[in-house]
T-cell receptor, first 113, second 110 residues
């Protein structure tokens, strides 16, 4: 089955530690995205990438970093500089063509204490 | 930035009734819209999309209506079932990214 796999589903970290969230897709999509979801808010874009070895900041990129070394993979690192890292993180992918829907993974819930 | 909002944060319907979920968008230049369903602890699932050159689009038990005059989008679910209980939110394609509403929580009463 084609889809997007995010791992782990739950992640716990101590404040001050960097943590990397995994996202893998086998949909052969060129574009990949990271969103953050907080209660009572719409999804907010962290980073996106439309091609391997290239990515752009979204609306809330501060305290996050990404890499895109392979088409299938788009890991997100939450650094210690992110002031409120506890959230539900969603990875998505899509075709690059205009008017293509986003396909989402099942998310990683990160808790930082 | 752009905003996409929903008129009602919660909606309860009897099983078998029809559900209508509404969404207001702000950018009259947006030309692509999507409805997503999100169950607790899971990622959003694509339900149906519509382009601005259409007023209505139907899928299996779902219909999306687009009123560009008042910048309003609605999702109609026919014969609502318990499995339809979830949060539903709309997404609007802006200049180079999607903007998402906060969602409406639909509860189906057996």
């Amino acid at each position: 089955d084609g889809g997007i796999t995010q791992s782990p589903k739950y992640l716990f970290r101590k404040e001050g530690q960097n943590v990397t969230l995994s996202c893998e897709q086998n949909l052969n999509h060129d574009a990949m995205y990271w969103y953050r979801q907080d209660p009572g808010q719409g999804l907010r874009l962290i980073y996106y990438s439309q091609i391997v070895n290239d990515f752009q900041k979204g609306d809330i990129a501060e305290g996050y970093s990404v890499s895109r070394e392979k088409k299938e993979s788009f890991p997100l690192t939450v650094t210690s500089a992110q002031k409120n890292p506890t959230a539900f993180y969603l990875c998505a992918s899509s075709l690059v063509s205009y008017n293509s829907p986003l396909h989402f993974g099942n998310g990683t819930r990160l808790t930082v204490t | 930035g752009e905003s996409v909002g929903l008129h009602l944060p919660t909606l309860s319907v009897q099983e078998g009734d029809n559900s209508i979920i509404n969404c207001a968008y702000s950018n009259s230049a947006s030309d692509y819209f999507i409805w997503y369903k999100q169950e607790s602890g899971k990622g959003p699932q694509f339900i149906i999309d519509i382009r601005s050159n259409m007023d209505k689009r139907q899928g299996q038990r779902v219909t999306v209506l687009l009123n560009k005059t008042v910048k309003h989008l609605s999702l109609q679910i026919a014969a609502t079932q318990p499995g339809d209980s979830a949060v539903y939110f709309c997404a609007e394609l802006g200049f180079n990214q999607f903007y998402f509403g906060t969602g409406t929580s639909l509860t189906v009463i057996p």
